[in-house]
């Protein structure tokens, strides 16, 4: 079990979520990062939709993260990093950050 990975994310955000600049529905975001999901499972670059979509600053690097262990990211999302092989894409996660997809790359 490796205590290091890298990974890439894509984030939307929506009203409720933490430090939030948007009116966005929880439901709305939801959609819309199901959507994004369906165009990177549909062949897609992963760091154009990241430049594109994502509302974290990371989006400038095409959603990377940069290396991470464990404890820096919060548990939601870490879990699911971390449960990843590197190439792969999570479903849609949860934190209280907005909904997240992770691609691990490393």
């Known amino acids: 079990m490796t205590d290091r990975i890298r990974a890439s994310h894509i ?9 939030a600049s948007t009116d966005r529905s929880k439901e709305d975001a939801a959609a819309q990062i199901s959507a994004l999901k369906q165009e ?11 430049r594109a979509n994502s509302e974290c600053p990371s989006a400038a690097q095409g959603g ?3 290396p991470f262990g464990r404890g820096a990211m919060v ?6 990093a971390f449960g990843l092989d590197v190439g792969d894409v999570s479903e849609p996660v949860e934190t209280e950050f907005g909904y997240h997809l ?3 790359t490393e």
Do not use: K, P, S, W
């Open 11 to 19: 984030l939307v955000t929506h009203a409720d979520a933490y430090r």
């Open 40 to 50: 990177i499972d549909g062949g897609a670059d992963f760091a154009d939709v990241a």
């Open 64 to 66: 990377d993260l940069g």
């Open 75 to 80: 548990a939601g999302f870490e879990d699911a």
């Open 102 to 104: 992770i691609h691990r």
